[in-house]
């Protein structure tokens, strides 16, 4: 079982006695930085030339200089710039201003997974990844509460870097929910795996074949967006509540019945065949240099992609149904 850490296993004095650097503005870092300076640490954001979050951050009363100056000043150094760019603003920012005793930190593991930054042997390297979006983070800290951090040591030059990363978790009301322990390797693999075979990539593979069944076979693309898409939500939130066994409970027994027979004949043992070489690429590496190869080019693939699935069907039909829809919020 997985080692669980709460509030009164963690010791907030220690981070406060340290200067934080938080880079970025974007979901998580407006979290971290609110959050760590609500808790009494000293924490400035590190922001780019031009950045559209700086007046933001500024305007919620945070001192923000650039990510070099807030590196050079401080000796808890927290990543939350967007991962394929991490690498470069370690480069042009922060590595320089790494002093032995220091600590780099991160929301996610995949630049070190994967030796894009390679940090000096003096510095301390953690995790704190919440499990939510930064702004839930930030609201549940502000109601006293805290959503579930996983943290993790790469290295540990001070030998008391778990205990700095529970200190953090506990600044921005982690340890308040519960803080599991975990490794980078483990971390950046799972989240990568989840995000292409389940939640992202598997769910919108299959709302579209179920769609273009529908469609296909001649029912119209409103019902079949209604029956593979919309309904998707109340599904999901039955099984986050209370897993498969309260999604069951809610549905019919009709649907109960379909979604044994015909469930494993729609994810069968080749899906699972398949899931298992995803996993492999992303273990092996070959997920994160195609990815960093594509970003590098300017997207041309991932732009071609987007724009494919922009114009299919179930986009259009979709646009035009949640009009209809008063309660759901508009297209973004
Ligand atoms: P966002 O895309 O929301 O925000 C990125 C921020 O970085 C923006 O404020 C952006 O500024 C800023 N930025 C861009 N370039 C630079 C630069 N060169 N120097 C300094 N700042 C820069 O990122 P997320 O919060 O989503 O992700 C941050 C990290 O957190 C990632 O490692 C991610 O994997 C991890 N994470 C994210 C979660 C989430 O829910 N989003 C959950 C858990 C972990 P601007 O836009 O103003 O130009
Ligand atoms: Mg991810
Ligand atoms: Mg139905």
């Not at 839930?136 to 040591?153: D, F, H, N």
């Not at 209370?242 to 469930?263: F, I, N, P, Q």
Request: proline share 3%; aromatic share 8%.
């Amino acid at each position: 079982m997985a080692e669980l850490f709460y509030d009164n296993d963690a010791d907030l004095s220690i981070i406060q006695g340290r200067k934080v650097a938080v880079l970025g503005y974007g979901s998580q870092g407006h979290a971290h930085a609110l959050s760590l300076r609500d808790s009494g640490v000293d924490v400035r954001v590190g922001l780019h030339e031009g950045s559209k979050s700086k007046v933001k951050a500024e305007e919620q009363g945070l001192r923000v200089v650039t990510p070099a100056e807030a590196a050079a000043e401080a000796d808890v150094i927290m990543i939350l710039v967007p991962d394929p760019i991490q690498a470069k603003v370690y480069e042009d920012s922060v590595k320089d201003h790494l002093k032995d005793g220091d600590a780099l930190f991160f929301g996610h593991g995949f630049n070190i997974r994967f030796g894009f930054i390679k940090p000096p042997a003096g510095v301390d390297v953690c995790m704190v990844a919440p499990k939510g979006p930064g702004h839930l983070v930030r609201r549940q800290y502000e109601e006293g509460r805290g959503v579930p951090c996983i943290a993790a040591v790469e290295q540990d030059a001070s030998g008391n870097a778990f205990k700095l990363a529970l200190s953090y978790a506990k600044a921005i009301g982690g340890t308040r929910a519960g803080v599991i322990k975990t490794t980078f390797t483990e971390e950046t693999e799972t989240d990568l795996f989840g995000e292409q075979a389940v939640l992202c990539g598997g769910a919108s593979a299959l709302v579209k074949a179920g769609f273009e069944t529908l469609v296909e076979a001649g029912y119209q693309p409103e019902i079949a967006y209604f029956e593979c898409l919309h309904e998707l939500k109340l599904i999901v939130d039955l099984m986050y509540e209370g897993g498969l066994e309260k999604m069951r409970w809610s549905v019919s027994e009709t649907a109960e019945w379909g979604d044994y027979v015909t469930g494993p004949r729609i994810v069968t043992d080749a899906t699972k065949a398949e899931m298992k070489k995803v996993l492999g690429e992303i273990q092996d590496g070959t997920f994160a240099a195609n990815w960093m190869k594509e970003y590098e080019a300017g997207l041309p693939k991932y732009n071609e992609y987007k724009k494919a699935d922009q114009d299919h069907l179930l986009e259009t039909t979709g646009k035009k149904l949640r009009k209809l829809m008063s309660w759901v919020e508009a297209d973004a």
